[in-house]
């Protein structure tokens, strides 16, 4: 059997490099290309495989095209994970913006300038940000659902935009697969004040990063069959990995033998809104095609990371009797670090943090500050649970995609505030007009609106203005809880941060 080559991005990350030790596992299958930032982290980390013959080094920079086409050059699959990710991506929003979106434009026409485009597939690694906060009632997501980033994340919206470029790009081979949240050792090490950014009630459905590297590498498998191309996936562990915020905190720091966070942290120096994270209602439609979960308990998945990491951390433990001063001097510091920290936004009054972040000082005001006072919300995690709230996607999603009409494609154009202008369909994957209810005018294809949950572009997502955006448009006001005329998403946001995406 004729070995194939597999091009990889992004193969020095957490994800990356657990997708190409799978491959690498089955270099009897592929030949590896990897394109790596080239500095002398990177070098030492792949030295052992530089005179490997089933592996070729690219150096160089995912925003170069030439080094891009050197990489794709001769490949039958391209396994894009690579780009600038939080909290770098957070501190540099313009770099993020050029990085994220040049490097898939770059993939893009370098697959289009092989001798075959059609004969090369690619995978966009893309990410749950996309979809942004979804605290209960509304917890249960999946793809096609509104596009809501989140105020300030940079990174959502360069994700959100690079994933428009292959779903648009007329290649006959993409796919995107949204990742989530991912479980890998040295997440026990990560303290950083945007800990303190996600809501306590909040909730995410985990992926592994055993789990992800194998998805990278069963995804090129013979076996994934024509109509899984196309389309939009979420990564995710499954039901075991559907953990709150709270819970995370629990298993993390039992992990570490710390004991309950109520003991390091009081309640309102967490956010209530404004990160992201949902369980999937339609996870197991990945499983489904590439059969990528180890299914591991996840108590028992944190007890094996606790294996990996240093054993400054495995003593941990030894500091839990001493918990009411490591609160004090270590884990509230953190919260009230300069420009980040969430009580630093309180006590210096920072409005468009905390109305971002809390909806506003008043609210911030009125939580808890004791843990006896504070409601912990544990939902069903079981897809058939009574609480279950599926969105609607403003069409009739029992009909076969294929077969849609222009009354469906209007339908659902309606239901977002706007109209469909087509007069025809060429099909699902080739773009139509399309008119927002601001009046912007776009094409966009049928497949990226209903399936991917995208919209008008203009609007991606200046000026954060969602109060107004979920009053003209239906779809979008089922993933936003409008707090009225005082609590818009406006100006005051776009004017403070606009220095620094222009800069």
Known sequence: MQKKTVALTGSSGTMGYQGFLELYARKNEFNIVVLNRDSAKNREKFAKYENDPAVRLVWGDLTNYDDVLDMVTGADYVLHVGGMVSPAADYYPVKTQKTNVTAAQNIVNAIKAQPDPDAVKVVYIGTV???????????????????????????????????????????????????????????????????????????????????????????????????????????????????????????????????SPKKLFDPHWFTTRNFHGQWYYDGDELEKYCHFRANIPVKEYFKSMMDKVESFYKLAFLAKPFAPILKKLWMKKIAETPEYGT??????????????????????????????????????????????????????????????????????????????????????????????????EFEMSPNLVLKGGHWCPAELPWPWNYDEEARINPFFAQVWDRKGENNVYGPEIFDNFKEKVTE
Not at 149 to 174: M, N, P, Q, R, T
């Open 129 to 259: 940000a996309e979809t942004g906060d979804r605290n209960a009632p509304i917890h249960w997501g999946r793809t096609g659902d509104p596009l809501k980033v989140s105020v300030y994340d940079h990174y959502a919206i360069s994700k959100i935009k690079a994933e428009a470029v292959f779903a648009e790009s007329g290649l006959k081979y993409w796919v995107s697969l949204r990742q989530s949240g991912i479980l890998y050792p040295a997440i026990l090490k990560n303290l950083e004040p945007i800990m303190y950014h996600v809501p306590i009630n909040g909730m995410l459905e985990w992926a592994t990063v055993e789990d992800s590297g194998r998805l990278l590498a069963n995804v090129c498998g013979d076996d994934i069959p024509e109509e899984f191309w196309r389309r939009f996936y979420n990564i995710g562990s499954g039901e075991e990995y559907r953990i709150t915020n709270y819970e995370f905190e629990e298993l993390l720091l039992g992990t570490l033998g710390l004991g």
């Open 343 to 440: 009580l630093w936004w309180a006590a210096n009054k920072v409005d468009v943090r905390m109305t971002a972040y809390y909806g506003s000082m008043e609210e911030y005001e009125k939580l808890p500050r004791k843990w006896s006072d504070f409601d912990i919300v544990i939902p069903s995690k079981k897809t058939t649970a009574d609480d279950v709230v599926v969105l609607d996607h403003g069409y009739d999603e029992t009909k076969d995609f294929n077969s849609l009409t222009i009354e469906d494609l209007q339908k659902a154009a309606e239901f977002r505030g706007g109209k469909c202008l087509a007069t025809e369909i060429v099909d699902m994957y080739t773009p139509v007009k399309w008119v927002s209810a601001r009046g912007n």
